[in-house]
T-cell receptor, first 112, second 113 residues
């Protein structure tokens, strides 16, 4: 069965620090990969997605993620975080069966 | 434009009572529909998904069931709630053609007492 692991459950950073959130999945075939974000009091929304092509994908608000097939990873990065990036971040995988599996989430707190 | 409606927003139910949460999507046809439960430290747990009317896939054996009586309606039910059914339930949809992003509803906070 597919699974998604997010290694960091809670991350606290100061503004302007760099961010990297880990995501690993277990599935040997072709996958579609996603990062979603949930800001306090808001709905989950898509941050970025990877289907094929360039393994480095760019999303909204300066976020990017790199798909490394050999490592089954899809880590999320941002060079310089802002206070407004405080949110919970979820990695998700779809193996083409319309069944989206999510990780446990990472709560990011950015200190002003 | 497409919208997703989920209700109620909050619900307090006694143990052993039935449950019915409803989700409807507007502005699209033949969507894929999903029920997730979100719990602290456990992320989003996929409960059920449906790729068409009457087609329900169950991911987690438990006290809940789902039905899709109409193309854009997805219902989460229970005949007898347990304390462990408490949680935040999210409905979501995605376009039926190809892998696409999920669009989430506003969720239902269920408390079973």
């Amino acid at each position: 069965a597919q699974s998604v692991s997010q290694h960091n459950h809670h991350v606290i950073l100061s503004e302007a620090a760099s961010l990297e959130l880990g995501c690993n999945y277990s599935y040997g075939g072709t996958v579609n990969l996603f990062w979603y974000v949930q800001y306090p009091g808001q709905h989950l929304q898509l941050l970025l997605k990877y289907f094929s092509g360039d393994p480095l994908v760019k999303g909204i608000k300066g976020f990017e993620a790199e798909f490394i097939k050999s490592k089954f990873s899809f880590n999320l990065r941002k060079p310089s975080v802002q206070w407004s990036d405080t949110a919970e971040y979820f990695c998700a995988v779809d193996s083409g069966t319309y069944k989206y599996i999510f990780g446990t989430g990472t709560r990011l707190k950015v200190l002003a | 434009s497409q919208t997703i409606h989920q209700w109620p927003a909050t619900l307090v139910q006694p143990v052993g009572s039935p449950l019915s949460l409803e989700c409807t999507v507007e502005g699209t046809s033949n969507p894929n529909l999903y029920w997730y439960r979100q719990a602290a430290g456990r992320g989003l747990q996929l409960l059920f998904y449906s790729v068409g009317i009457g087609q329900i896939s169950s991911e987690v054996p438990q006290n809940l069931s789902a039905s899709r009586p109409q193309d854009r309606q997805f219902i989460l039910s229970s005949k007898k709630l347990l304390l462990s059914d408490s949680g935040f339930y999210l409905c979501a949809w995605s376009p039926g053609q190809g892998a696409e992003k999920l669009f989430f509803g506003s969720g239902t906070q269920l408390s079973v007492l």
